[in-house]
């Protein structure tokens, strides 16, 4: 093969390259740097308070952060649950941060007026499986939504995990506790509740460590069948 022949297929092979990066990667999104923003990565503040994960601090992150961290395929929507409880998500249905492809769920922030002003546009909502309702955020309130600051995410990771790579990145739990086809692995120092099934399948929910036994642990109620 001549040696002009060797380059243009060799500018090929990068142009193709940075090409199927470009339509992978969420528009919008900010790339990870290598090694970095991984769900095990976890920066705690020394008075539980706070923690960083993914390149976002809860407590003082925004939603807006979010979207560019993340990229603008997202939604946003309100939460009603049985006891009258206002919550406010934004939900990424194919991001790709730490070079993983997964899912996120951005819990977030705003005080009851603001989520008031954004309920008189939202409708009837839609109820949900667990008894609650759901509101759209209309588009003239996407600037007041975005603001609102992110105070948990869940992250739904494409990947499969099993319990030896669990243990190699966060350590062993405090505390494991058996449910139907898994376990929650719980860490409260790190703000973690790992949710990992018996297929490999694996839902991780990150809280401040000040907030998880209010936010991660108590919904969980209490189990007999623990295993530690």
């Not at 060799?10 to 990870?32: E, K, T």
Request: aromatic letters at 8%.
């Amino acid at each position: 093969m001549k040696q002009g022949t060797m380059w243009v297929l060799a500018a090929l092979g990068i142009a193709l390259s940075m090409f199927f990066l470009a339509i992978m990667r969420p528009p919008g999104g900010q790339s990870s740097p290598p090694g970095q923003d991984l769900p095990w990565q976890i920066t705690v503040s020394p008075d539980g308070a706070s923690l960083s994960v993914f390149g976002l601090t809860l407590g003082e992150s925004t939603l807006r952060d979010g979207v560019n961290k993340l990229g603008r395929r997202y939604e946003l929507g309100m939460f009603e649950d049985q006891a009258g409880r206002w919550s406010l998500e934004g939900y990424f249905r194919d991001a790709v941060v730490g070079g993983l492809n997964a899912r996120l769920v951005l819990s977030a922030r705003l005080p009851k007026s603001a989520l008031a002003a954004l309920k008189t546009h939202a409708g009837e909502g839609k109820p949900t499986v667990d008894q609650g309702r759901r509101y759209p955020v209309t588009e003239a309130d996407q600037d007041l939504a975005l603001s609102a600051v992110i105070t948990a995410i869940t992250y739904l990771p494409a990947v499969k995990f099993d319990a030896d790579l669990v243990r190699q990145r966060f350590g062993e739990p405090a505390e494991r506790i058996a449910v139907q086809d898994g376990a929650h692995w719980l860490y409260p120092a790190l703000g973690l509740d790992l949710l990992l099934g018996d297929n490999g399948g694996a839902l991780l929910q990150y809280a401040p460590p000040a907030e998880f036994e209010q936010r991660l642990r108590a919904p969980l109620g209490e189990v007999d069948d623990k295993r530690n």
